[in-house]
């Protein structure tokens, strides 16, 4: 009697565990299944038909395409950032001059030219080219020996083919230094031509 007690127990208790069991593989059958006969699964290891997997597609298209527009929308923000002064958006690098001249070395030359082809491409944009010198020589040297570098630079864009007309030019001589140190170091950073969009 206690055989028969003993078994029937252990019946009750290995026949749930197999059902269990076997239906969880039925699952992963079916979901095999519809993997190998070319149906996409969704979430879930459900099979998912043309029009689900179509939907899917654009939806995972249209959320990688809201992620680029994110992505640059940061990056022209962060440039914007990067190149803002006195609440102005300033365009790319400055040029730079050897000491006491306004003549354009190829590498200002070189900048020039990248900054013509923005122009062009930027018709409504205008221009300040601020000339800029390191501290030595007189006030009115300087303020001069500034002119003319601002003049030499928007001479070259002209040349390019940039309107004069969206060029302005200004001198500062040695009244607003990149650098405030006292060596070439600094002097060579403050011999310079400046751009401002406005």
């Not at 122009?119 to 221009?127: D, F, K, Y």
Request: glycine share 8%; proline share 2%; aromatic share 6%.
């Amino acid at each position: 009697m206690m055989g028969k007690l003993r078994m029937a127990v252990l019946m009750l208790l290995v026949i749930p565990g197999l059902l269990f069991t076997a239906s969880c593989s039925k699952k992963v059958v079916k979901a095999d299944e519809a993997a190998a006969a070319g149906q996409a699964t969704g979430p879930g290891g459900t099979a998912m038909n043309k029009d689900d997997l179509a939907r899917q597609q654009a939806i995972d298209e249209e959320r990688l395409r809201q992620e680029r527009l994110r992505q640059e929308e940061e990056e022209r923000l962060r440039r914007e950032r990067e190149g803002s002064g006195s609440g102005e958006r300033e365009r790319g690098d400055n040029i730079y001059f050897a000491y006491d001249s306004a003549a354009l070395s190829s590498e200002a030359q070189e900048v020039l030219r990248q900054k013509a082809e923005w122009l062009r491409s930027n018709a409504g944009v205008s221009v300040r080219i601020e000339g800029h010198c390191d501290e030595r020589g007189t006030n009115e040297y300087n303020m001069a020996l500034g002119d003319r570098r601002a003049e030499s630079a928007k001479s070259f864009l002209v040349n390019l083919g940039i309107a004069a007309s969206r060029l302005n030019t200004v001198s500062y001589g040695e009244e607003r230094p990149a650098d405030s140190g006292h060596d070439e170091s600094a002097w060579s950073k403050n011999r310079r031509a400046h751009f401002v969009t406005e």
